[in-house]
């Protein structure tokens, strides 16, 4: 079942990134590594709060992602 989650700033989205899956971390589950080379078994454990999540700062793809999601978004709504 599918759950709408509506994100009320960026700090909730921060908030709902710490427990749940993003697209960013959808390789990982797939047997490839992310964009920092985390596995699913270390995805896993960030999610649970055992490690401390992998910083995606400067990353290209992050930058890009960032860039676009102002326009996703509009296009969306």
Do not use: C, Y
Not at 65 to 76: D, T, V
């Amino acid at each position: 079942m599918n759950t709408i989650i509506n994100v009320r700033d960026e700090s909730h989205w921060h908030e709902i990134r710490q427990s749940n899956i993003g697209g960013s971390e959808i390789a990982s589950l797939l047997g490839a590594p992310d964009a920092k080379g985390a596995t699913a078994f270390e995805i896993w454990h960030q999610k649970a709060g055992n490690i401390p999540r992998t910083d995606l700062s400067g990353i290209d793809r992050v930058a890009a992602g960032n860039f676009m999601e102002p326009a996703i978004l509009n296009w969306s709504s």
